[in-house]
């Protein structure tokens, strides 16, 4: 099994100097990763945000959860991942995945196509910019993408790449992931573009059973050498367990019971988390986990006590 280590995934701050001081304060934290999403919401834009984080920090990583794959060209995308990447000295993670998020395409006039088309676009990019980044240059033909003698310059400071990290909530996608990537984010299915009364289907524990035998069914041999990644949407530390589970229950449609087996959940007092990282570790192999901006401080006691276990 893989150590635990813990993210923080992060929208921005008022100041450039509140930014790198809450960088700072993750990395003093304990905390292995800040994150930022991709979106065109009220958050920093990513990879300028990352540059300014990597150069505040020391050891703490910056990545991406995730970029979409439609607003950057690969072979700019492979520029970009480069050039930040030799600026946090080999501390980036590369997230990237098809997008979902419906009302990022109405804003930007971005086609929405269906799934199966911007997944085969991601498929293309990653091609290219495996290339440029393993190969040195890209040549490559497809229905997306057409590409001729792309130079990878300048080279990341990680050899042969920096860590690629995929999520999704799909077979095709996770199939992907675990195919190709180091670190596999384990999600609902967001096909409906949108946080809604379709994502309780897809939170519960059988679900997220069946989502690990795609993703173990995909990598093969290779599944030991996979990091597997859980983004959480409901954390709360520090409160009874039994009553958090029951308030959280209706908003899934589910008992309590069944709240207790959803993985995107973590609730209840520092030792009730910490075992259940260790039970979740044990079923599924999560040994990654992400938390938001308003859990940073409150879970510090569990990044504390399980980080490295």
């Known amino acids: 099994m893989h150590p635990f280590r813990f993210a923080v995934q992060l929208d921005g701050a008022p100041t450039v100097q509140a930014w790198r001081d809450l960088a700072r304060r993750c990395e003093d934290l304990g905390y292995s990763t800040l994150f930022i999403p991709d979106h065109f919401g009220d958050q920093w834009a990513p990879l300028i945000a990352l540059t300014v984080a990597a150069e505040a920090t020391r050891t703490l990583n910056v990545g991406t959860l995730v970029l979409d794959n439609d607003y950057r060209h690969p072979v700019v995308l492979a520029k970009e991942l480069a050039t930040l990447d030799l600026v946090a000295e080999g501390r980036l993670e590369v997230g990237i995945g098809a997008g979902w998020m419906r009302t990022?395409?109405?804003?930007?006039?971005?086609?929405?196509?269906?799934?199966?088309?911007?997944?085969?676009?991601?498929?293309?990019?990653?091609?290219?910019?495996?290339?440029?980044?393993?190969?040195?240059?890209?040549?490559?033909?497809?229905?997306?993408?057409?590409?001729?003698?792309?130079?990878?310059?300048?080279?990341?400071?990680?050899?042969?790449?920096?860590?690629?990290?995929?999520?999704?909530?799909?077979?095709?996608v996770l199939g992907i992931a675990a195919r190709q990537a180091d670190i596999v984010g384990v999600n609902p299915n967001m096909a409906a573009g949108a946080v809604g009364p379709d994502m309780a289907s897809e939170v519960t524990g059988a679900k997220f059973d069946q989502k690990l035998e795609w993703v173990r069914r995909a990598a093969g041999e290779r599944i030991d050498e996979i990091e597997l990644q859980c983004l959480t949407f409901i954390v709360n530390v520090g409160t009874d367990r039994d009553q958090a589970l029951s308030a959280m229950a209706p908003a899934f449609g589910l008992s309590a019971d069944e709240a207790a087996d959803v993985p995107i959940a973590l609730v209840g007092t520092v030792d009730q988390i910490c075992d259940t990282l260790e039970r979740r570790r044990e079923r599924w192999g999560f040994s990654y986990w992400v938390v938001h901006q308003p859990e940073l401080e409150a879970f510090a006691g569990v990044v504390e006590r399980m980080s490295g276990k």
Do not use: N, W
């Open 104 to 172: 990022d395409y109405d804003e930007s006039g971005i086609p929405y196509d269906r799934p199966g088309v911007r997944v085969d676009r991601l498929a293309e990019s990653l091609e290219v910019i495996g290339a440029m980044f393993e190969e040195g240059s890209a040549t490559f033909k497809g229905e997306h993408y057409q590409v001729s003698g792309a130079k990878g310059m300048p080279r990341p400071h990680s050899a042969p790449r920096p860590k690629l990290l995929i999520g999704g909530g799909s077979p095709r």
